[in-house]
């Protein structure tokens, strides 16, 4: 079946400095998602994904669709502690229509 | 307008036993999809609900069931409950289907003595 791996697992970042996470996924995906999870809260939609080499930013976050529809990354600048949390990808594999969330990558912010 | 909810938000009950939980999506979302969320295996698709049909499901036994209403509202089962069902519960609903973006509930935290 289709597999979506994240990593690193866990990301420990300096207050300040940039840092990215990578999603990969086993088979070619028609989009793909970015949630993020506080701790104790739920995920929440942050961007939607769907054309090769698409690129997106929401201020200090930039989120790649790779050109092959098999993998996605999230790059934060100038990290703060209001990004602590779990970023997770999600992919709906082409043709498909559920979606397949990887594993997270779990932020600690060191201030 | 208001966010889908979830009730209980948490609940402990003892091997053997059944639960339900109950989710209300946000107004306007006909599909309402539910997520088992534990440390060690991550975010689990559970199923999906459509126009109270399920249209999508997981790979999960069949103690785990489902239900949508009419009005959109959605139920989750789970009989003969197993020290491994313990898990944070999430529902989310969209407006068309589970791979519509997704918009999640707070949860029940279910424990299993």
């Known amino acids: 079946g289709q597999q979506v791996m994240q990593i690193p697992q866990y990301q420990h970042v300096q207050e300040g400095e940039d840092f990215t996470t990578y999603c990969n996924s086993s088979?070619?995906?028609?989009?793909i998602q970015w949630y993020k999870q506080r701790p104790g809260g739920h995920p929440v939609f942050l961007i939607q994904?769907?054309?090769?080499?698409e690129v997106k930013k929401q201020k200090r976050l930039t989120f790649q669709f790779g050109e092959a529809k098999k993998n996605s990354s999230l790059h934060i600048t100038a990290t703060q502690t209001t990004d602590v949390g779990t970023y997770f990808c999600?992919?709906?594999?082409?043709?498909?229509?559920?979606?397949?969330f990887g594993g997270g990558t779990r932020v600690l912010v060191k201030p | 307008k208001a966010g889908v909810t979830q009730t209980p938000r948490y609940l402990i009950k003892t091997r053997g036993q059944q639960v339900t939980l109950s989710c209300s999506p946000i107004?306007?979302?006909?599909?309402v999809s539910w997520y088992q969320q534990t440390p060690g295996q991550g975010l689990q698709f559970l199923f999906e609900y459509f126009s109270e049909t399920q249209r999508n499901k997981g790979n999960f036994p069949g103690r785990f069931s489902g239900r949508q209403f009419s009005n959109s509202r959605s139920e989750m089962n789970v009989s003969t409950l197993e020290l491994g069902d313990s898990a944070l519960y999430l529902c989310?609903?969209?407006?068309?289907?589970?791979?519509?973006?997704?918009?999640f509930g707070p949860g029940t935290r279910l424990t299993v003595l």
């Open positions: 999600a992919g709906i594999k082409a043709a498909g229509n559920k979606l397949t």
């Open positions: 994904l769907v054309k090769s080499g």
């Open positions: 088979t070619t995906l028609s989009n």
């Open positions: 989310a609903s969209s407006f068309e289907s589970s791979g519509a973006p997704q918009y």
């Open positions: 107004s306007g979302h006909r599909s």
